[in-house]
Each structure stands twice: as structure tokens, then as C-alpha cells.
């Protein structure tokens, strides 16, 4: 499973190979490992234990309260089909779509989206949510999406035409000879602007009058440094690091934020970066730090002020981002 996972992971970057080498450190979990191994314990069969462990931290998230671990329970969801399918010696299924195919579909895991991608001129998912790893994947991939529609687009027949507006939220089933050359128009006209914009980005901006204005991208992971690049961002003006913290039993180690930080400062070729530090608590919950919820974001524990309580959080990003 390691090898499978290292091994298609080396073919990506960006998004869909951070989510693989998060899948794989997902087989390290030792809440799966002792609750796998007690079920084999009882005498069922590894592909069962295996599967009762996963489904159980995965209901765990989902009924935690917290919407963005609640979505990350389709990252177990797919880990353990894919070793559910190596324990009992089944292929996985890969379908291809012909070009220019928008996918309709109940749910989809990450690992479908990297397989099927190919062909797909977009992507309608009846479950899900915005900041999902498969919404992630399907935008770093430039693919028109919609998510979390609800079970109506489900009810369109396979073969049937359709309009996916994702930049307004629409979805068009049969549409009539004039909406569909409305829609190729608006296509058309879309790919001209970004395909122009795209041409002028490294051109340096001044105002009417002369005054040189730098533009910065605002970041928050590392797979966005190379994209902002290629858009033109002169540097990053604002760098979150929340992204290393949330979603995770425990705080990341120094040697794992530095090496974050690293590969956004390689991807910005020397390029300046703003590091803002750890901003959690309030809203923004982590779940290895005991704090008090609070949805206000100006009262209680948050950023600057879990760090002069958790003081040794603050000197571990502290350490890693001057390392």
C-alpha cells in the first residue's frame, strides 16, 4: 500500500500529491493500528477490523461539530478502500471519460478525482463541501466544480447535455439551442480574458500616475507558491500557517514546519515572504489544545494569545520559520 501510494505520488505535485503523502501518513495513525489489531483480536478478519476502525474515526469526525474535519472523513473513506481492495485482491475499477464529459456524481473520494481527471471538463458532486480535499483538487486542477448541489442533479440521465456554470453556481440540464450558444460564448470569452491576463502577469503595475504597485499573493499551503508565481505574484504578502496545525491530533514538529516554509520560499525563487504566525483558538479550533470555544474571534484565547500561553507552540514555529 506504501509502495503504491509513494509511487503515484511521485508522478504529482501540488495538491493531489500533498493529499496522497497525508493518505500516507493516515497508515500510521495508531488509533487505526490498535483498533485494527484488537478487532483481529476478536476474530474477524483483518478487511474487517480494518474497515470497522476506519468507519468509526470517521463518524468520529463527522459528528464532532468541526464542518472542515467532518469533510476529511472521506480521506479515511478512501484509504480504506484502496487497502480494502489490496487485502482481498481486487483491482480498482478506473473508468475513461471522452473529452469534454462533466461528471455527476453522489459523492467522490480524491483518489477517483486523480485517476479520472483526464477528459473532465467538470464536476457536479451532489455531497461534499467547499473546502473538502476533493474541492481542492478538482481548483488546483482548474476544473470547473460545484459542490454539495443535493440529490436533483443526481435525477439527470447519464448522456444527457448539460451547462455548468460553476463561477455563478448553476447547472443547466437540456439546455435549448440558444442557452447552449449563450454558454460557448461565455466559454470563449472566459478563456480570451485568462489566456490575456495570463500573458500581462509578469508586467510590472503602475497607476495612472506612475507609482509602482507590488502585487503579492496571499497564501495558505504550500501548493499555492508555484501557481501564485506563474500568476504573477511578486512575493507573498501574507503566508497563513493554520494549514500545518488544524485537522491533526497532534502539533507538527519543527523539522516538519521548516520544511513547509522551505518549499514555499524555493517555490517563490527568492521572491519575498511574509510569515504571519499561528493564528487558532476561537473559531478555529485545534483539537490538541484544550481552549473553550468561542465563535467571537476578538475574545477568548486566539492567536498571538495562544502562543503566550502555549508558549512552547510559539517557540517551535519560531525556531522553524528561522531555521
Sequence with gaps: MRRDIAGQSATLKGPAREILVAHEGLLDDPDLHTATQAGIARGESAAHAWRSAVRAQADALRSGGNARLAERAGDLLDLERRLLAQLIGVATERHAYPAGTILIA?????????????????????????????????????????VAVGDAALAIPDGARIVLDASNGIILPAPDVQQLAQAEVQQALTARKRADALSQAAIACHTADGTRIEVFANLGA?????????????????????????????????????????????????????????DIGGDKPAPYLAMAAEENPALGLRGIRVGLVHTGLLEDQLRAILA
Design 106 to 146: 453522489d459523492d467522490l473520494l480524491p483518489s477517483d478525482l486523480i485517476a479520472i481527471a483526464d477528459g473532465l471538463a467538470g464536476l457536479c458532486i451532489a455531497r461534499g463541501g467547499p473546502t473538502s480535499h476533493v474541492a481542492i483538487l478538482a481548483a488546483s486542477m482548474a476544473l470547473p466544480t460545484l
Design 222 to 278: 504550500a501548493a499555492e507558491a508555484g501557481p501564485a508565481v506563474a500568476n504573477g505574484a511578486e512575493g507573498c504578502g501574507l503566508l497563513r500557517t493554520e494549514f500545518l496545525f488544524l485537522e491533526r491530533d497532534t502539533a507538527p514538529t519543527v523539522a516538519e514546519q521548516h520544511h513547509e516554509y522551505q518549499a514555499i520560499a524555493d517555490a517563490l525563487e527568492g521572491r519575498p515572504l511574509i510569515v504571519r504566525l499561528l
